[in-house]
Each structure stands twice: as C-alpha cells, then as structure tokens.
Nanobody
Framework: QVQPVESGGGSVQAGDSLSLSCTAS????????MAWFRQAPGREREFVAA????????YYADSVKGRFIITRDNAKNTVYLKMDTLKPEDTALYYC?????????????????WGQGTQVTVSS
C-alpha cells in the first residue's frame, strides 16, 4: 500500500502561483501512475494531472493545461504540481492519488490510495 501525503496549499490572489508536493511512502515501485485531483464544495472530485513514475509522461485536464505542470522526483518519491496563473475557479481541496493507470486516469474510483488533501484558495 502507498500512503501519499500532500503539502503546499494556501490562499493566494488570482494570477498568483502555488506549488504542491506529494510524498509517497510504502510500495511506490509498484505504483505506475500518480495523479492530482481536486474537489470544490458541492462538486465531484475531478482529475487535474497525472504522471508516470518510470517515464515521467504527463497528462492534464483541459482546464489546467498550459497553467499547471506536474513533475516527479523518483529519488524522493515525490510528485509536484506547479500551478501558475491561478483563477478563483481553481479553489478546491487538492488530493494526491496513487495506483492508477493511463486507461482510467481520470476516474477517481480507480485509485486505491489517497492523501488527506491540501486546500488551495484563490481570491479575485
């Protein structure tokens, strides 16, 4: 089992940048895909971005493409999400998830391991 732990959330103004980190402990070598999801109050949890541990191939939701960048540091078992040009609609609880695969990467129920989430609030 992999236990992701997120950090780096906060409150910023629209147009600002913020970086999130997710450090995974446990059997990380067995995990093919790491992803970020977010959930705003009253809304479904939605896919944000994903990255493969081995090749570093990345995937993004259309809503964040060009503004967010996902990277990973295999030596540190850590995945990062750099968020630029933040908008008020990016406000949400951001979760790190592991154990997914590229065929179902946008489906939250296909990820067995989740962090507790870190809050990102963007004010206009």
């Amino acid at each position: 089992q992999v236990q992701p732990v997120e950090s780096g959330g906060g409150s910023v103004q629209a147009g600002d940048s913020l970086s999130l980190s997710c450090t995974a402990s446990g059997r990380t070598l067995m995990t093919y895909l790491m992803a970020w999801f977010r959930q705003a109050p009253g809304r479904e949890r939605e896919f944000v971005a994903a990255i493969t541990w081995l090749s570093g191939k990345t995937y993004y939701a259309d809503s964040v493409k060009g503004r967010f960048i996902i990277t990973r540091d295999n030596a540190k078992n850590t995945v990062y999400l750099k968020m630029d040009t933040l908008k008020p609609e990016d406000t949400a609880l951001y979760y790190c998830a592991s154990g997914g695969n590229v065929h179902h990467m946008m489906e939250a129920d296909k990820y067995p391991d989740w962090g507790q989430g870190t809050q990102v609030t963007v004010s206009s």
